[in-house]
């Protein structure tokens, strides 16, 4: 078993040992501090071989006053990691899984624990991974999204998707079941996969729309690995789903069918826009809050501005040039004075129109989307743009992971908006939440 990752050093290191024996896999069923004493009595070596690219810590039971477990599939350069521990302020033990190499680096250099892998490469019956309570998933958009191909769209990849839904929660016993005092009711019956169906067998199922690097068949995931958790019997309690506004109702109905059938409590489809919720520009997003415990109240964006200009200290009267990569209402130039146009890769080559030489800073892209103007972007300006474009807002993350563990998020929000912007929203809307 390669190992990608290291709790201590985030890459191949001393601790490895490609000549370890590997203990043998039954010892992992057991639970409590049996399973403690089976793993202490491993070499280091051998632990790190069962933990694979998972931390080490990740195959002890997780104890009472410990950091809850969460993985961030698709997590990108760290919106959300951003999100929960500087505008919420919580610290979860999130690892944040992304093929990106610049991604993943970013991550880590923002302070996430990161691992680059493929999230089809996701087990979710890996033993490390039973300790898991919460999920969120950001998968990437190009085939959903107007500025992609739309190839998603398409009805018969609607279909193929929909049906490998259904077929990946049946495989891990997700199905509904006679009972009850009303009929048929939600008493799904977990456990491993049916015929020993492999994780890799199961994105077959999705092939044809990952040819030629689709990414559609991508959103089979929070299917795939939240059902998989479960049928493991990790704790999971909380998914959040991020993807382009135009996710077809179809896609939406079916993945949030089976957590009802799984009979969790609560399930929330919405269409939430960043610049809504004070980023200085546009990002309009579908959204999936689930809760296993607890019924969601829909979530109602508080209409805080802020002007680009504002955030980065240009004139806004300032016309910006998108070189007809931006189809806005002024056609390919906007003015700089008001939330501005979503960005996307393509901010790279965006400039003043008075002035051509005077482009976006990194630092300012990254006020622009709501990331401090510090976060360390790792790669070329290209990959730089590429990973700030597709950034799951820090500002919405935080009013979603709010509604699921019922806090009052605004006054965090706003804390957060006055630190970055306090040209903006000032030291009032600091004391009003502080």
């Not at 079916?254 to 269409?271: F, H, R, S």
Request: one cysteine or more; a negative charge.
């Amino acid at each position: 078993m390669a190992r990608e990752w290291c709790e201590e050093c985030c890459g191949l290191c001393e601790c490895y040992d490609p000549d370890a024996s590997v203990p043998e896999p039954k010892g992992l069923e057991l639970e409590g501090e049996a399973l403690v004493a089976y793993l202490n009595s491993l070499t280091e070596a051998q632990r790190h071989e069962l933990a694979g690219s998972w931390p080490v810590r990740w195959l002890y039971p997780w104890r009472e006053g410990e950091p809850e477990r969460g993985i961030n599939a698709c997590g990108g350069c760290g919106g959300g990691c951003v999100g929960l521990r500087l505008v919420l302020g919580i610290e979860l033990d999130l690892i944040c899984i992304d093929s990106s190499k610049d991604a993943t680096a970013t991550a880590q250099a923002a302070g996430c624990n990161a691992i680059r892998m493929d999230v089809r490469d996701l087990d979710p019956q890996h033993p490390a991974l039973r300790g898991t309570r919460h999920a969120i998933f950001t998968m990437p958009c190009p085939d959903w999204s107007v500025a992609g191909k739309r190839l998603g769209l398409q009805p018969e990849n609607i279909e193929i998707l929909v049906d490998a839904i259904a077929d990946v929660a049946e495989a891990y016993g997700n199905v509904w079941r006679a009972g009850g005092h009303h009929g048929d009711v939600s008493t799904a019956e977990f456990g491993k996969p049916y015929d020993h169906t492999t994780v890799a067998e199961m994105w077959s199922w999705v092939g044809e729309l990952t040819r030629e690097k689709r990414t559609a068949g991508l959103m089979l995931a929070p299917v795939l690995v939240g059902m998989g958790l479960l049928a493991a019997g990790a704790p999971l309690e909380s998914v959040i789903i991020e993807q382009a506004w135009t996710l077809p109702e179809a896609v939406k109905a079916a993945i949030g069918i089976e957590y009802i059938v799984a009979g969790w409590n609560g399930v929330l489809w919405d269409i939430l826009d960043a610049g809504e919720f004070g980023s200085p520009s546009t990002r309009r997003r579908a959204i999936m809050a689930a809760s296993r415990e607890h019924p969601l109240t829909t979530i109602t964006a508080p209409g805080i501005t802020t002007w680009a200009s504002d955030a980065i200290g240009w004139d806004p009267e300032t016309w910006i040039n998108t070189r007809g990569v931006r189809k806005t209402s002024g056609g390919n130039e906007f003015k700089l004075g008001r939330t501005m146009p979503g960005v996307t890769s393509k901010i790279r080559g965006w400039y003043d129109a008075d002035d051509p030489d005077h482009r976006f800073t990194i630092a300012e892209v990254c006020l622009l989307v709501a990331l401090p103007a510090d976060h360390p972007v790792v790669g070329s300006r290209s990959s730089q743009c590429q990973q700030l474009g597709d950034i799951f807002s820090p500002l919405v993350l935080a009013a979603v992971w709010g509604t699921l563990l019922g806090i009052n998020w605004q006054p965090y929000l706003l804390r957060y908006l006055a630190e970055r912007y306090p040209q903006v929203h000032g030291q009032d809307a600091y004391a009003d939440a502080a």
